[in-house]
Nanobody, 119 residues
């Protein structure tokens, strides 16, 4: 199992920046993939940014060039730097971790941190 705790959300004006953090309860090296998802009111949860099992990053088209995912292996943490925020980025942001054991995938989620972009 792995516990995920997000932090860093809040209220920000359009064009502003926020940095989200996700602390994990186990070594990142023992986790196959990690990423950030978001869910806006009335919408489905969507992938924002993630690391695949090879360590490569991928981003939703809507955030490319504005958001950057990074990780600190020593701190067992993953971050999401969000710049040039837009009102449509308003959502609850969740950290996700996937652990693969044999043919089984185990998905873990944090409780989420809300981001509101508004003037």
């Amino acid at each position: 199992q792995v516990q995920l705790v997000e932090s860093g959300g809040g209220l920000v004006q359009p064009g502003g920046s926020l940095r989200l953090s996700c602390a994990t309860s186990r070594s990142i090296f023992s986790i196959n993939t990690m990423g950030w998802y978001r869910q806006a009111p009335g919408k489905q949860r969507e992938l924002v940014a993630g690391f695949n099992s090879g360590g490569r990053t991928n981003y939703a088209d809507s955030v490319k060039g504005r958001f950057t995912i990074s990780r600190d292996n020593a701190k067992n943490a993953v971050y999401l730097q969000m710049n040039s925020l837009k009102p449509e980025d308003t959502a609850v942001y969740h950290c996700n971790a996937v652990i693969i054991v044999g043919s089984d995938e185990y998905h873990y989620w944090g409780q989420g941190t809300p981001v509101t972009v508004s003037s």
